[in-house]
Nanobody, 126 residues
Framework: QMQLVESGGGLVQAGGSLRLSCAAA????????MAWFRQAPGKEREFVAA????????FYADTVKGRFTISRDNAKNTLYLQMNSLVSEDTAVYFC???????????????????WGQGIQVTVSS
């Protein structure tokens, strides 16, 4: 089993920045694809960003492309999400997730991810 714990969330004004971290325990993240999803009140969970197990490939939702950056430090067993130019629509609970990298393809579908963090609130005030 892998335990994922998010940190770094909070309240920020529109235009500001936050950096989310996701610390893993129990299994090494180096053989897992990892991703961030988010869920706003009354909405379905949506894809934000994903990174391949080695960090060489990254993927972003159109709504965050150019503003968010996903990265990982396998030596520290940690995933990151740098969020810049935040807008009120970014307000949501953000989830860190991981799946064993058995395939080359990095999925953008939450149903295909195995391990999930408990989520962390990000609130952007306008």
């Amino acid at each position: 089993q892998m335990q994922l714990v998010e940190s770094g969330g909070g309240l920020v004004q529109a235009g500001g920045s936050l950096r989310l971290s996701c610390a893993a325990a129990g299994r090494t993240v180096s053989v897992h694809h990892m991703a961030w999803f988010r869920q706003a009140p009354g909405k379905e969970r949506e894809f934000v960003a994903a990174v391949s197990w080695f960090g060489s490939r990254t993927f972003y939702a159109d709504t965050v492309k150019g503003r968010f950056t996903i990265s990982r430090d396998n030596a520290k067993n940690t995933l990151y999400l740098q969020m810049n130019s935040l807008v009120s629509e970014d307000t949501a609970v953000y989830f860190c997730t991981a799946v064993p990298a058995r395939r080359y393809t990095v999925s953008l579908n939450p149903d295909e991810y195995t391990y999930w963090g408990q989520g962390i609130q990000v609130t952007v005030s306008s």
